[in-house]
């Protein structure tokens, strides 16, 4: 925000509020009782149509109030003669409340979710991941201390974890480790959420799996089959190479499901395999992910049962998802590859951060109207037609989108996503606080960080009944998706909270 242009009259100060001694008329664009005005104005707006109907209804009901005994008489023997049209309309209001109830889409709860926290000997602080790298072989000195700079500006904290096999010196990774690593993220999350819910293995007809760089074969999915002994005819979906976004595509396609399979119970599990995805050469945009991702993973309930609305904390409200995969840009921005030398990684393109943002751009153009207020959607169109249709000197108007959102869950792609996040969305510190928390205690957990960042926000006891809840994640292709939720109750935290132990001393103070 600009600040407001300096004048020739001095000012003084009272209790921090400036006050402007000259003679001229005050800015009323600068006052600081604006944000009244505008708060009236939205609220005028939004309620446009409700201030419309009281007064119609107020002058119905005036105008019956005035009928005399006799006017219901006649108009009661006037309906008794027109019996046939009495029907004909009854039947016709049944048969369309009917096709209503039969063909709108059910309701999707969230009745509970659980995040995998690993064992404390599996932290690793920056001196020991250094040395662990130093003790390889594998990286030269430019490599190293690369590694130390990105550390450094990460935004991690010395308690995130990585797997069993990157502790030993040299590593060992292997598929048998691979399988280990994920085995324990996803039971882990699984028992917890089976504990709190009491949910029987029965009841659950779908169950997504999303894993985007370790896919064996049998799939992860039929890994949750044999440990829990789901049912035969349950609907398992396996996602992979799908990126950090895939934890919002999975909800959509278990939303998708319920849609369909009715009175039933959906699992979506998210992580990210680690020990096999480690990169051992020199190339810098391929080193950044051993500095950022970390072992994590989450495992949320849904339910299209209506019984489950008493018990469910939130109701899945939108999904919206983007692509970008056409552009070739976009396309190899997150790519896997081998090196020069053979070794295979991750690379990061130097053009991530305008993709992302274009990406950013075209998802909440198309999710803004779907929650934004009318008022804020008038007030962008307007300066959108003064500037091409009156060729007007007139900046785009930035929606507020903290008018339509409660709570922000940032995927903890990095520092640099979440300061661009926060910077072009005009968000306030608090509003960004989840996503910072989780990247310094949890590292980049993939798809599963949306998830550690509500559970955050639960255990600091901000969730409301009401309150929504936007979870925003970039992924590999180029994707960006968004998923809106809407709080059915005040929300406390689950047991076994992943911020259980830690979560009184956070926020920390981040290092800039």
């Not at 119905?60 to 309309?89: K, M, R, T």
């Not at 969230?110 to 991941?129: G, I, N, R, T």
């Not at 030269?140 to 130390?148: A, I, P, T, Y």
């Not at 960006?480 to 830690?502: F, G, M, Q, T, Y």
């Amino acid at each position: 925000m600009k600040n407001p242009p300096e004048s020739e009259s001095t000012t003084t100060s009272t209790n921090g509020v400036q006050i402007r001694q000259s003679r001229r008329l005050p800015d009323f664009l600068q006052s600081v009782n604006l944000k009244y005005v505008k708060l009236g104005y939205h609220y005028l707006i939004t309620h446009l149509l409700t201030l419309c109907f009281v007064p119609l209804m107020a002058f119905v009901i005036f105008q019956a109030s005035q009928l005399h005994p006799n006017d219901i008489h006649q108009l009661w023997l006037h309906l008794q003669y027109n019996l046939v049209s009495v029907i004909i309309c009854s039947v016709f209001l049944v048969f369309g409340a009917t096709v209503y109830i039969m063909t709108r889409p059910r309701s999707v709860f969230l009745v509970d979710y659980a995040c995998y926290k690993p064992p404390s000997k599996l932290q690793v602080k920056f001196q020991q991941f250094m040395e662990h790298s130093k003790l390889t072989g594998d990286f030269d000195g430019s490599s190293l201390e690369f590694q130390r700079k990105i550390l450094e500006r990460s935004g991690l904290g010395e308690e995130t974890y990585v797997p069993e096999a990157m502790h030993h010196v040299p590593p060992r990774p292997s598929i048998a480790a691979a399988r280990e690593e994920a085995q324990q993220v996803m039971f882990g999350a699984l028992d917890t959420l089976f504990a709190n819910t009491s949910i029987k293995s029965k009841d659950i007809g779908i169950l997504v799996v999303n894993c985007s760089l370790f896919n064996p074969t049998p799939s992860l999915s039929a890994m949750i089959v044999n440990k829990y002994k789901l049912r035969g005819n349950i609907r398992t979906f396996n996602l992979g190479g799908m990126g950090c976004s895939a934890g919002v595509i999975a909800v959509d396609l278990a939303k998708d499901m319920l849609q369909v399979h009715r009175n039933t119970y959906a699992v979506v599990v998210s992580t990210e395999n680690i020990t096999q995805n480690w990169y051992f050469g020199n190339k810098k945009s391929m080193l950044i992910p051993n500095c950022l991702f970390r072992v994590g993973g989450s495992a949320v309930l849904l339910s299209n049962k209506a019984k489950d609305k008493r018990r469910a904390k939130y109701k899945l409200v939108h999904v919206v998802r983007t692509h970008k995969g056409a552009d070739d840009k976009a396309f190899k921005c997150v790519y896997q590859e081998q090196d020069d030398a053979g070794k295979t990684g991750v690379s990061l393109s130097k053009e991530l951060m305008a993709i992302a943002g274009g990406a950013l751009k075209t998802n909440i153009t198309t999710l803004g109207p779907l929650v934004l207020p009318i008022s804020e959607q008038l007030l962008f169109f307007s300066t959108l037609v003064a500037k091409k249709l009156f060729n007007a000197k007139v900046k785009p108007y930035i929606p507020d989108f903290k008018l339509a959102f409660d709570h922000f869950c940032i995927h903890a792609g990095g520092r640099a996503v979440i300061d661009e996040l926060e910077k072009n969305l005009q968000l306030l510190p608090i509003h960004v606080e989840a996503s910072r928390m989780t990247l310094h205690r949890f590292g980049n957990t993939s798809s599963s960080s949306i998830w550690y960042e509500l559970a955050y926000t639960e255990a600091k006891g901000r969730v409301r009944r009401g309150n929504r809840v936007w979870q925003i994640a970039f992924g590999s292709g180029f994707k960006c998706n968004s998923a809106i939720w809407e709080a059915l109750r005040h929300v406390k935290p689950s047991a076994s909270n992943p911020w259980d132990d830690c979560i009184d001393r956070y926020p920390v103070q981040m290092v800039m």
